[in-house]
């Protein structure tokens, strides 16, 4: 066989395999610890898009200066955030302080969770019922 022709197999297969490979994209949200209810909304709002687009979503809480001294106001908001986001999402990782900021990532429910069907109903549930 002819080499040239061996290495010309090699980066058809190789740039085939780039093409079909699924790229992960991880979009990313900054909030603050004193965010207003109006941004807070604004941000969801992006969030949720990004994951409808099939984006991972890695949420960052920045810390300044004395808000270091009060995680639990990040956490608040990033528990809130899961609470809303629970139709669509799921948490990844969970809050987690590194340094001045808290980070948590979340992902899209796979086609798993959306295509939850209901069992066929068989002749002895509709007696069951009656």
Known sequence: MDYGKYKYDQEVKAKRNRKNQAKLEVKEMKFRPKIGTGDYETKKKHVIRFIESGAKVKVTIMF?????????QGLAILDKLAEDLKDIAVVESKPKLEGRNMHMMFGPI????????KPKATPEDSAAEE
């Not at 300044?64 to 639990?72: C, I, S």
């Not at 796979?110 to 069907?117: I, L, Q, R, T, Y």
């Open 64 to 72: 300044r200066g004395r808000e270091m001294a009060h995680p639990e």
């Open 110 to 117: 796979g086609k798993k969770g959306a295509s939850k069907k």
